[in-house]
């Protein structure tokens, strides 16, 4: 099993910045990737991006390419995302999730899940 916990989120005025942090603990060994997604109230979960363990490669959904980073911190088993330039349509849970075997831009593709954190942007 591998627990993931969010934190970072908040309120923050458009044209500001967040950075959101994911950490793993438990059979970390076994993670392959992570990734975060957002669902607004009422929306589908919604891929932003990935990374690898190891190497450490990415991919972003086009929506965030530019505005969001990923970055990892292998000693601490955290994942970031930087979000800058926020907009109102930001707003969401952000999650994230971890995958045994895939980088993956299918949220069925993970395996384990965080409870989220509240990001709101407001205008």
């Known amino acids: 099993q591998v627990q993931l916990v969010e934190s970072g989120g908040g309120l923050v005025q458009a044209g500001g910045s967040l950075r959101l942090a994911c950490a793993a603990s438990?059979?970390?060994?076994?993670?392959?990737?992570m990734a975060w997604f957002r669902q607004a109230p009422g929306k589908e979960r919604n891929f932003l991006g990935g990374?690898?363990?190891?190497?450490?490669?990415?991919d972003y959904a086009d929506s965030v390419k530019g505005r969001f980073t990923i970055s990892r911190d292998m000693a601490k088993n955290t994942v970031y995302l930087q979000m800058n330039s926020l907009k109102p349509e930001d707003t969401a849970v952000y999650l994230c999730?971890?995958?045994?075997?895939?980088?993956?831009?299918?949220?069925?593709?993970?395996?384990?899940w965080g409870q989220g954190t509240q990001v709101t942007v407001s205008s």
């Open positions: 999730a971890a995958s045994n075997s895939w980088l993956s831009r299918t949220s069925y593709r993970y395996d384990y």
């Open positions: 438990g059979r970390t060994f076994s993670s392959y990737a």
């Open positions: 990374i690898r363990w190891s190497g450490g490669s990415t």
